[in-house]
């Protein structure tokens, strides 16, 4: 009894340490069985999709049950090919589940009306809430920042030599840029939709960075904290880990600039001076007296280009980090003197349940 007790209080520690794969028998894949009664509604409501309001009233109807019996027919089949009868609610979630979830909302507004960009809309988004639920519900992904975040401050101090020597040949950098009319006019001219794809792919490429040498940092860690080898899935798992640590301190980099350049651009942004770079005075969000008749305008523009040093100020960051030879063996020792606890815990773990291999 008091072995069980124990075997249950370290699974308990797994999961508060976001490596919850460390527990025997787990597979990431539970997630979505787990998740099942949320993707059900999810794909009960897009088969509203098939819907069409250039149509009349009957049309939609028809167009509503057509969508109704083509995803009752594909999952009644996958029912009978499972051994479970026809009309029965599927009892797990393995890929062929996942890819009519994915694939048939998405194709109902093709076939019911030429919807092609609600269907593209909706294949985007259901791939995108696959992915979600596998990292929250299957890596423990919440678990993991509030892990990152508890130790953010350790780890932070650890790249703090690089930060400084990164960020002030950046900040110099960037004040060159910021007081130009190509820099407001390219950040403030797009769309809404080219702006977010653009300050979204700076983004992209910092995390590109940070898991290029993702891979040789877990098998590493793996090497020097324990002599038995992981599977392939614990792996993925602790590289999330050190992934989501890294990321934190990317985005409060990323953070700190945005603030910096709200804050010095309201104070000697001007409207005159936003007229002269974008023949306009700009859309103000927010007027704040300073010393007497004085303002400072936060405007919709300011933010825009703000976001948009910030996010160039954290692929700058991202890429400095991995290039330093010192930060990165730094900051992986700190990472794995975090996780050393843990570790230790999984050794007591197999011992407990005989030491075989898990995985």
Same mark, same amino acid.
């Given at each position: 009894?008091?072995?069980?007790?124990?075997?249950?209080?370290?699974?308990?520690?797994?999961?508060?340490?976001?490596?919850?794969?460390?527990?025997?028998?787990?597979?990431?894949?539970?997630?979505?069985?787990?998740?099942?009664?949320?993707?059900?509604?999810?794909?009960?409501?897009?088969?509203?999709?098939?819907?069409?309001?250039?149509?009349?009233?009957?049309?939609?109807?028809?167009?509503?049950?057509?969508?109704?019996?083509?995803?009752?027919?594909?999952?009644?089949?996958?029912?009978?090919?499972?051994?479970?009868?026809?009309?029965?609610?599927?009892?797990?979630?393995?890929?062929?589940?996942?890819?009519?979830?994915?694939?048939?909302?998405?194709?109902?507004?093709?076939?019911?009306?030429?919807?092609?960009?609600?269907?593209?809309?909706?294949?985007?988004?259901?791939?995108?809430?696959?992915?979600?639920?596998?990292?929250?519900?299957?890596?423990?992904?919440?678990?993991?920042?509030?892990?990152?975040?508890?130790?953010? /401050?350790?780890?932070?101090?650890?790249? #703090?030599? +690089?930060?400084?020597? @990164? !960020?002030?040949?950046? &900040? =110099? %950098?960037?004040?060159?840029?910021?007081?130009?009319?190509?820099?407001?006019?390219?950040?403030?001219?797009?769309?809404?939709?080219?702006?977010?794809?653009?300050?979204?792919?700076?983004?992209?490429?910092?995390?590109?960075?940070?898991?290029?040498?993702?891979?040789?940092?877990?098998?590493?860690?793996?090497?020097?904290?324990?002599?038995?080898?992981?599977?392939?899935?614990?792996?993925?798992?602790?590289?999330? /880990?050190?992934?989501?640590?890294?990321? #934190?301190? +990317?985005?409060?980099? @990323? !953070?700190?600039?945005? &603030? =910096? %350049?709200?804050?010095?651009?309201?104070?000697?942004?001007?409207?005159?001076?936003?007229?002269?770079?974008?023949?306009?005075?700009?859309?103000?969000?927010?007027?704040?007296?300073?010393?007497?008749?004085?303002?400072?305008?936060?405007?919709?523009?300011?933010?825009?280009?703000?976001?948009?040093?910030?996010?160039?100020?954290?692929?700058?960051?991202?890429?400095?980090?991995?290039?330093?030879?010192?930060?990165?063996?730094?900051?992986?020792?700190?990472?794995?003197?975090?996780?050393?606890?843990?570790?230790?815990?999984?050794?007591?773990?197999?011992?407990?349940?005989?030491?075989?291999?898990?995985?």
């Amino acid at each position: 009894m008091g072995d069980d007790r124990r075997v249950t209080e370290l699974e308990r520690s797994f999961r508060r340490a976001g490596i919850p794969t460390f527990i025997r028998g787990y597979s990431a894949r539970q997630a979505f069985a787990k998740a099942l009664p949320l993707l059900t509604v999810v794909f009960v409501l897009e088969i509203l999709n098939a819907l069409n309001f250039d149509f009349g009233f009957w049309t939609n109807v028809g167009f509503l049950a057509g969508g109704i019996a083509i995803s009752l027919g594909i999952m009644g089949m996958l029912n009978l090919a499972r051994g479970h009868p026809f009309l029965s609610v599927p009892r797990r979630v393995g890929l062929a589940e996942m890819i009519v979830f994915v694939a048939v909302p998405s194709v109902l507004p093709l076939l019911f009306g030429g919807q092609w960009k609600s269907a593209v809309v909706t294949l985007i988004g259901n791939t995108a809430l696959l992915g979600l639920v596998y990292l929250v519900l299957g890596f423990g992904a919440v678990s993991i920042l509030e892990w990152a975040v508890r130790r953010f /401050v350790s780890l932070f101090a650890a790249s #703090l030599t +690089v930060l400084v020597r @990164a !960020l002030s040949l950046l &900040l =110099f %950098f960037l004040l060159v840029i910021f007081f130009t009319t190509e820099t407001w006019q390219i950040w403030t001219v797009p769309r809404l939709p080219k702006f977010v794809a653009a300050a979204g792919l700076f983004m992209l490429l910092a995390a590109g960075f940070l898991l290029l040498r993702l891979p040789g940092s877990v098998r590493g860690l793996e090497a020097e904290l324990q002599g038995e080898h992981l599977s392939r899935t614990q792996r993925v798992n602790v590289g999330l /880990v050190m992934f989501l640590s890294q990321f #934190l301190q +990317v985005v409060f980099v @990323a !953070l700190a600039v945005w &603030l =910096f %350049f709200v804050v010095f651009g309201s104070l000697l942004v001007s409207a005159g001076v936003r007229e002269a770079w974008l023949g306009k005075h700009g859309t103000e969000l927010l007027r704040i007296p300073f010393f007497g008749d004085t303002v400072v305008a936060i405007t919709v523009e300011l933010l825009r280009v703000a976001t948009g040093m910030a996010s160039f100020a954290a692929l700058y960051y991202a890429a400095a980090t991995q290039l330093d030879e010192a930060y990165r063996d730094e900051v992986v020792e700190r990472i794995a003197e975090q996780m050393k606890e843990t570790f230790s815990r999984r050794a007591e773990y197999l011992s407990l349940l005989g030491g075989t291999r898990d995985g």
